[in-house]
C-alpha cells in the first residue's frame, strides 16, 4: 500500500480573484485528518495578474502559519509560492522579499503572468500558441522555453518544478538534467497531465526526484494522489524516486 505523507501544492484564500477561499486552519485540520506529515500552502505568484499573491499576503500568511505551528504541533506547516516564469532570460517573479519570506520554493508556467517586455510577452504568448499547430515552431519554442527555465533553474533558489510540460512545449529531458544537478525535485501533478506517463518513462531512469503535487483548490483536494499515482504504476517509476509517498506494510 501506498500512500502520500506530504503536500507542498496547496492554495489557499491569499490568491486573488476568488481563485481558492480555503482557510489556512481549516486547509491544516483537513491535512491532519489525512494523515499528511507536512504541507506547504503555496499560491500564485506576484506576476500572476489573474490569481497571485502579494508579498504583503505571503507576510500576512507566514504570521498565521507560524501561530498554526504552535496550535497543531503534529504536523509541519510550511509557507510556499508557486512562482513564475516571467522571461526568457530567466527571469522570474522570486523577489528577494519572496525567497526570504517562503520556505518552500516552487515554479511553474502559466497564463495570466505579466511577463518582462512587449517581446517576451508575444513569444510565450502568441509563438507557443501557434506551435501546436506547426512542428517545425513548436521545435523553436521547446527549444526556447527550456532554455529560459533552466537560465531560471540556476539562478534562483528553486526546489521544485510545478507539472513541468503543462502549458508550453519543453524538453523534459533536458529539464530532469539540470534537475538532478540543481537537486530541484519535478512535479507529478494530480490536477494536471503532467507530468504525463510518457514523460515519466523518458526520464525514470535518471536519478532525478519527482514529488506529487495535489494542486488542492478545494478542502477535499489535499493530499490527493491517485492520478498522479496511476501515472507513477503506468510509467514504472520505482516510489522511492517520489519524496513525499511512502510504501506502507
Partial sequence: ???IIKDYHIHSKYSKNGH??????????????????????????????????????????KEEIEALRIKYPEIQIKLGIE???????????ITEKVAQTCDVI???IHYGVRFHGIKDSFVFFVYNFLS????????????????AMVLAMNRYPIQVITHPGDKIPV????????ANQKNILLEINNSHRHLS???????KNETVKFIVGS???????????NKAYDRIKAAGVPIHQVVNLEEKQ
Fill in 1 to 3: 500500500m501506498v500512500r
Fill in 20 to 61: 481558492c477561499s480555503n482557510e489556512i486552519e481549516e486547509i491544516v485540520k483537513k491535512a491532519i485528518a489525512k494523515g499528511l506529515k507536512e504541507i506547504a500552502i503555496s499560491d500564485h505568484g506576484i506576476s500572476h495578474f489573474l490569481y497571485g499573491t502579494s508579498e504583503k499576503n505571503l507576510l500576512k500568511a
Fill in 83 to 93: 512562482a513564475n516564469l516571467t522571461g526568457y532570460d530567466g527571469q522570474t517573479d
Fill in 106 to 108: 516552487q515554479m511553474g
Fill in 132 to 147: 501546436r499547430w506547426h512542428l517545425g515552431l513548436r521545435m523553436k519554442m521547446k527549444k526556447k522555453n527550456t532554455e
Fill in 171 to 178: 524538453d523534459i529531458i533536458k529539464l530532469a538534467e539540470i
Fill in 197 to 203: 506517463t510518457d514523460e515519466l518513462k523518458a526520464i
Fill in 215 to 225: 494542486d488542492a483548490h478545494t478542502y477535499d483536494d489535499i493530499g490527493s494522489f
